[in-house]
C-alpha cells in the first residue's frame, strides 16, 4: 500500500497515490464479479481476523467502549460481503438492450447500455463510526464494489486505527488479487482538499459536519472537471407522536424516545433531535422521569465535547426553550438533557430552534392542533429519517406527506438510531441531510460510482463482456423493455 510516512501527507506524496490509484483503475474496471467479489470477501475475513488488535486501538481514540466497537467490526465487514453477493448478483449494473429495428420510423440502430465505473475515489472518513464510516466502511465498499480504487483520507480523530485498517485492507486486496493502489490512506486537512481536487479521482464520498461537507463539495463542483460529492451532512431526524400514542404507549414511547437520543452519547446521525408531542397529553412528564437516571458519557473528540455545551446554550438562548430533564452528570463527559419548546417558536425561528446539536439532547415541541404541528413541519429542514407514532384511526395523511417530503426513510414504529444494511435500506434525504438523491448505506450505495455508457451498432466482440449475447444471457437485463432473468 502507497501511503504517506509522517503526520501529514506531502503533496509528493500524494501523488504518488492517486498514481497508483490510476494505475489500478483499468484492473479494478476490468475485473470479472467473480474476482471482484473475492477480493472483497478477503478484505472481510482479513477485518474480523483482526478485530482483536483494531478494537482496542479505536476504543483509546474514540472511547466508544468494545461492544458497540467489535459490533461495528461486525457491521463493516458485512458491508463488504453484501457488496460481493450485489457484484456477483450482476442486477446493479442496469444492463438494457434495444434491438435495431429498420422497420420503425424513423429505423432505430441497435444500442446496448450499462453502468461502468467512475475511476478512482476519494474517501472521507466520519468520527463516529470509525469502522462502518471509515475506511473499509460503507463508501470504500460500495466504491471498489462498482469497481473502482479508493483513497481514503482519515479523520483526524482517529489517526492510528485508519493507519492501520488500511494496511490490513490493502494487504488483504492485493494478497487476494487485486493490483497495487486499490485502497490507500491520505492524512491532514491539506491533502484531503488537494485529494477531492486532484484530476485523477473522479467522484468523492463524506460523511461529517454541514460545515466541513459542504466546503469540500464547494470544492469537487468547483474543479475545471466538476465530481460528484455525496456528502451526509447534518440531520435532525423528526418524530411526530400523536395523542392517541401518547395515550396508548406514552410510556413505551417516553423509554424508547431517551433509549435512542442518548444511544452512542447521542452521536449518531440518525439520532431524534426533534420530537413533536401533543400539548397536555403528559408525553414530558414520562420523559422527566427516566432522565435523571440516564448516564452520559465521553464524546469521540476535545472538539466534539466542547461544541455540546455551546449548542446547549445556543438552544436555550431563545426565551420558548425550557429545560425538562437532566441526566446523571458524568466527569469530563456529556450529560443528557430534553429540552421543549411549543410549535408556534419553531415554525417562527427554525434557524435557531432547528440546529443540529452533536450529542445526548433532544428537543420537545408541543403543539396543540394539527395546522400549528404542520406549520412547524414545514420548517424542518431535509433529514435522514422521519417517524411517526400514531394509532389506527389516527388521520395522518396530511402529516405523512410533509414528514416523507422531508426524509429519505420514514418509520411507523420503533426509533431512527440503527440503519440495516440491506438491499433496501436508504440512508440519506433532501439537503442538509445530504448533497444526492443517493444512499450511502445499502445495496444500492453502490449506484453512485458508476456511470452509464450506450453502445450503438457494436460488433459483438467489440462490446464489454457482459453486453455480449452468450454472457448477458446469465445476467439480470432487459431487452426490449422486457425484463430477462438468467438463464440457469
Known amino acids: 500500500m502507497t501511503t504517506a510516512t509522517g503526520s501529514a501527507t506531502t503533496p509528493d506524496e500524494l501523488e504518488a497515490i492517486v498514481a497508483a490509484a490510476a494505475a489500478a483503475a483499468p484492473i479494478w474496471a476490468r475485473s470479472s464479479a467473480a474476482d471482484r467479489a473475492s477480493w472483497l470477501r478477503f478484505a472481510a475475513g482479513a477485518l474480523d481476523a483482526a478485530a ?10 474514540t472511547r466508544l467502549g ?3 466497537l467489535r459490533g461495528e467490526v461486525g457491521r463493516t465487514s458485512g458491508q463488504l460481503r453484501l457488496f460481493a453477493s450485489v457484484v456477483e448478483e450482476g442486477s446493479y449494473r442496469e444492463l438494457t438492450v434495444d434491438d435495431a429495428d429498420a422497420a420503425a420510423s424513423p429505423a432505430r440502430p441497435e444500442l446496448r447500455r450499462m453502468l461502468v465505473p467512475l475511476g478512482p475515489v476519494a474517501v472521507f472518513s466520519a468520527s463516529n463510526f470509525p469502522f462502518a464510516f471509515s475506511v473499509a466502511g460503507g463508501d470504500t465498499a460500495s466504491a471498489l464494489a462498482a469497481g473502482n480504487p ?3 483520507k482519515a479523520h483526524s480523530g482517529h489517526v492510528e486505527l485508519s493507519r492501520r485498517t488500511a494496511e490490513i485492507v490493502a494487504h488483504a486486496l492485493e494478497t487476494a488479487g487485486a493490483p497495487p493502489g486499490s485502497l490507500a490512506l491520505v492524512e491532514g486537512r491539506d491533502a484531503g482538499n488537494a485529494l477531492v481536487q486532484h484530476p485523477v479521482i473522479q467522484a468523492a464520498g463524506f460523511t461529517g459536519s454541514l460545515s466541513g461537507g459542504r466546503a469540500l463539495f464547494d470544492l469537487a463542483t468547483g474543479r475545471p472537471d466538476p465530481i460528484p460529492f455525496y456528502g451526509e451532512l447534518g440531520s435532525v431526524n423528526p418524530v411526530v407522536i400523536t395523542p392517541a400514542a401518547v ?3 406514552g410510556e413505551e414511547l417516553a423509554q424508547g424516545l431517551v433509549g435512542s437520543f442518548t444511544l452512542g452519547v447521542g452521536q449518531f446521525c440518525t439520532k431524534p433531535g426533534v420530537v413533536f408531542v401533543p400539548s397536555g397529553a403528559g408525553f414530558e412528564a414520562l420523559v422527566a422521569a427516566l432522565v435523571p437516571s440516564t448516564t452520559g458519557g465521553s464524546l469521540l473528540t476535545d472538539r466534539i465535547t466542547d461544541a455540546f455545551p455551546e449548542g446547549i446554550d445556543a438552544l436555550t438562548a431563545d426565551a420558548s426553550v425550557e429545560v425538562v430533564a437532566r441526566g446523571t452528570v458524568t466527569d469530563g463527559g456529556a ?3 430534553v429540552l421543549a419548546t411549543d410549535a408556534a417558536a419553531v415554525a417562527a425561528r427554525p434557524e ?4 443540529e446539536c452533536f450529542g445526548p439532547v433532544t428537543l420537545l415541541v408541543r403543539y396543540s392542533s394539527e395546522d400549528e404541528l404542520h406549520a412547524a413541519l414545514r420548517a424542518i429542514p431535509g433529514s435522514l429519517t422521519a417517524t411517526l407514532h400514531s394509532e389506527p384511526g389516527d388521520d395522518v395523511a396530511a402529516t405523512l406527506d410533509l ?5 429519505g426513510r420514514v418509520l411507523f414504529a420503533g426509533w431512527p438510531t440503527g440503519v440495516a444494511v440491506t438491499w433496501s435500506q436508504q440512508h440519506g434525504g433532501p439537503w442538509p441531510a445530504t448533497t444526492s438523491l443517493h444512499t450511502s448505506v445499502g445495496a444500492t450505495a453502490i449506484r453512485r460510482f458508476l456511470r452509464p455508457v450506450a453502445y450503438q451498432s457494436a460488433p459483438q466482440q467489440l462490446l464489454p463482456e457482459v453486453l455480449r449475447d452468450d454472457v448477458l444471457a446469465t445476467l439480470p437485463h432487459r431487452r426490449n423493455g422486457v425484463l430477462r432473468l438468467p438463464v440457469t
Not at 52 to 61: F, K, N, S
Not at 352 to 355: A, E, I, K, S, V
Request: net charge negative; aromatic share 0%; charged share 30%.
Open 52 to 61: 482483536d488488535e483494531l478494537v482496542p486501538i479505536a476504543d483509546r481514540e
Open 66 to 68: 468494545e461492544i458497540r
Open 150 to 152: 479508493v483513497v481514503v
Open 247 to 249: 395515550a396508548a404507549r
Open 335 to 337: 450529560t443528557p438533557i
Open 352 to 355: 435557531t430552534l432547528l440546529q
Open 403 to 407: 414528514l416523507q417530503a422531508r426524509a
